[in-house]
């Protein structure tokens, strides 16, 4: 796979790219700055992205925003964000603004240094999965639920919470003692309820990353 | 040590304050709003002299008369100060309050008759002083010069004859015109200003203590709010600093270290190159935290006090700095860091800011207290709201229940004369 990596440090460029070397990737460009992967995008488009979040040249969220500005030019390029912020903002952004089926990651850089992990991540946002590093959603965890969605039932909003803590269909059925249709009836409202559609695999996480938006 | 220790001045107090003009050379007086606001003011303060005159003829309304005196007067004075002395917080602090101090002013609170009187005193004071200045003016400096010219040149002119001193004037004659008229003018300019300088000041400490002390009130509130932005700053800077620095050298170090464990595994050569790496950036995270926590707790500081410190700002700072030291005790911790952080901050404002050449410090202590007196001769102007920087010494000062002035007059030079007294260190020492 073809990828391209915008990051300012230049260790980390170079780490980053000899990790997908382990992979098996090549690395097509590197960018050292927002603007840099803007115009390099035009030249030459990557099957995938890998982009820092803050980078010059304003060490803000420019990399984030030139994610977002891809997004509407290249539709369907997959993106893995890198950040080393655990809070969930820059990943709602991002998958607010992905077509349905557009991979996108967001991965925090102190987890790539598991590099068998990382390059699983690589490949499935490749194939057009969501990737969240699990830090992430244990940081929102923490957080004290609030009032929001107020248009689920109790019971959907419970299916949610269990859902958002990795609990899968057979544990929630257990917990709940509820059957096996019931549950997925549930889910299925869920999806509806938050307008996620008839998307695949994703949708689970875009639940719950609606779900802790807050 | 006397000379260093001087008394502050009262009026400098626990707060910024505009700069003295009669301090000023001509040529800054000229070009400052000094003159025509103080014109202003003292017309200003005969009109309002002249109205409470005529509401004694209304008895009656005396109290309500006063009040709106009471209230309009300290205004007044502040915006002088303020607009002419080119001192931010008065300004901000008096120019807003105004209009709602009317209407919060509980206007059926008893007067005092201490009030009445001083108010009285005060405003037939500010009504004479303008009759006072325009006397001088209007007499006795033609007076002056009239009489001077025939103590020097005349030859009997009489005082009705004066169109002869322009008729017979030689060259010694022009000269001693444009002298005197030179120097009387300055000396008319600085009558002026001085008197509209004291009428202020005075207005400013005759205010009623109720007022007085619900003004004070307020602006501790400002500082409460400048003192919260000024940690949220600094908060910012730590975050940004450890952001920027350990954290990426780490999250490199972490890759880096993830690349030779697969590298061995599989028996690459290279390996041992991405450990070297990996080192590295644990070397420099541990550099940028050591420099992070020193920027927090200065080493130097913690072991060798306020005196060593304050060296070594000096001989790190870019400029050409000027030190004299008197300071043989160790103060409290809080005080010294406080000290040490409102000094690192004026060197960097004025490096910054100020285009200054030379910076003077002078640390001192004696058996009343603790002085630092900072000095740039840069270009003045620091205003509170292009920065933290000031608030922040501000607020430490403040904090530190220290007595300090800091002036920057448009022109410079900047100044920031602070000392802490004995009971005070006492206090911080508990």
Redesign the interface.
Known sequence: MKIAIAEDVMLTRQGISAVLAVGGHETLWEAATATETLANCRHALPDLLITDVRMPPNHSDDGLLAALALRETYPRLPIVVLSQYVGNEYARRLLVNAQPGTGTGYWLKESVGDIPRFLEVVEAVAADQVQIDPKVIAHLLQKEPVDILPELSPRQREVLELMAQGRTNAQICGQLFLSATTVERVISSLFDALNLGQTDGNKRVLAVLEFLRH | MATLLGPVRASCQNETVSSNPLLLPPWRLVASWWIPLAVLYLAGGALLGLGFIFSLVALPLLGLVLKILALIEPTRASLFLAIAGGEPHAWRENGRGFVSSLKQTDWWRTLTWREISWRSAFNALSCALLPIWTMVLVVVWPTTFVVGYRLLVGDGIVLTGNRRVLTDLDAGGVFFVVTAVCVTLVALLYLTVGLAWFQAQLALQVSPKFDRLQRQVRLLAVKETNLVSAFEAERLRIERQL??GP??N???A??????A???VRQNAENAEQ?LA?AQG?LQEASEELRSALSSLRPRTLVEDGLAASIAELVTGSPLEVELNQHYSVRAPFSVESSLHFVTSEFLTNTYRHARARTVAIELGSDEEGLRLLLRDDGVGGANADHGTGILGMVNRLSMLGADFCFTSPPGGPTTLDARINSDRLQEAVQ
Do not use: R
């Not at chain 2, 972490?254 to 690349?259: C, F, Q, S, V, W």
């Open positions: 952001h920027d954290q990426q780490l999250a490199a972490a890759i880096h270290l993830g690349l464990q697969v590298l991405h790496l950036q």
